[in-house]
């Protein structure tokens, strides 16, 4: 006899995040009476087909696994100290500013721990906690919204920044005078897109602003640190690591200062970078009931 095929619910379609069952980590949340979420891209993409694969990037299915996340820890009344492991490439914008903005409404205190990177979009997580711990390997990015396109992927900062010079070096010049190579140039500008893009910089401007803000920063620090995100770095992929981070004026910590917390998490994000996957790997888990009474106990 064939088995019957267990039915799905429309809950459970939405679930996308997963408990975790590794005895460590789930005895390390309740001795610590600490949330633990990881948010993973993995390093092996999925493989739609033998010349495709489909890379994790923050989108719609992360969404609805920190809903069903976020729901839980109410439910549980855990929503005191989150510690969060982050390992992202970034995605939509308006996703990871979604997640961000859940998890700083719903949690007191939020630390982020980068072992490798929070780049991109996931950067937007990353600032809006109460604290970032990295250690060497860390790094952050200039938020600058990757625009796909019949060319390839294309930085919005980029476009801008193009348009700009040019309209700089030839804002003075007759038309008949501009060399044929940059009248061709100029005559291919889009100028519907130069506007979007513009609005899009602004728009992720914003979101980094309110998170700043709603992570305890106060308002000259979110009006300069969200510029300088956006706007003053060279390149989207720059680089931004502890140093540079904490010259920015972002609440950096050094891993050193939490050892044990920064061993646990690396161990975390090796257990599931590997592990293939189109979406980021999401991962709770809440502290013990008995455990926390029984540290409570030992306080009195």
């Not at 005895?27 to 489909?54: C, D, E, G, Q």
């Not at 979009?121 to 109460?130: D, G, P, Q």
């Not at 980021?280 to 926390?292: G, R």
């Amino acid at each position: 006899m064939q088995k019957a095929e267990k039915s799905i619910s429309r809950e459970e379609v939405f679930e996308l995040c997963m408990p975790e069952k590794d005895s460590e980590i789930v005895t390390f949340s309740s001795k610590k009476n600490v949330t633990l979420l990881a948010i993973i891209a993995p390093h092996v993409p999925y493989r739609m087909s033998p010349t495709r694969v489909l890379m994790a990037e923050l989108s719609t299915p992360e969404e609805f696994a920190i809903e069903t996340f976020v729901e839980k820890a109410k439910e549980l009344g855990v929503t005191d100290k989150l510690y969060l492991l982050l390992h992202s490439y970034g995605g939509n914008p308006n996703s990871a500013y979604t997640i961000a903005k859940v998890l700083r409404k719903n949690f007191k205190k939020i630390t982020t721990f980068i072992p490798q990177i929070a780049a991109s979009s996931a950067t937007l997580i990353a600032i809006a906690s109460n604290e970032i711990v990295m250690g060497e390997l860390s790094k952050l990015s200039p938020i600058d919204p990757i625009i796909s396109t019949p060319r390839g992927r294309e930085s919005s900062l980029a476009t801008v920044r193009g348009f700009n010079k040019l309209n700089k070096k030839f804002e003075k010049t007759y038309r008949e005078d501009i060399p044929y190579p940059y009248q061709h140039l100029i005559e291919s500008i889009d100028l519907t897109i130069y506007e979007e893009r513009v609005g899009l910089l602004h728009m992720v401007r914003e979101y980094a602003y309110e998170l700043l803000s709603m992570a305890g920063y106060k308002e000259n620090e979110c009006e300069r640190i969200s510029k300088s995100l956006v706007f003053d770095f060279p390149a989207h992929y720059y680089i931004i690591d502890f140093d540079k981070a904490r010259k920015l004026g972002l609440k950096v910590k050094w891993y050193r200062h939490f050892i044990n917390e920064w061993k646990i998490m690396r161990k975390w994000l090796g257990k599931y970078i590997l592990e293939e996957s189109g979406i980021h790997h999401v991962a709770y888990t809440f502290p013990k009931q008995e455990m926390k009474d029984d540290k409570e106990a030992q306080e009195e």
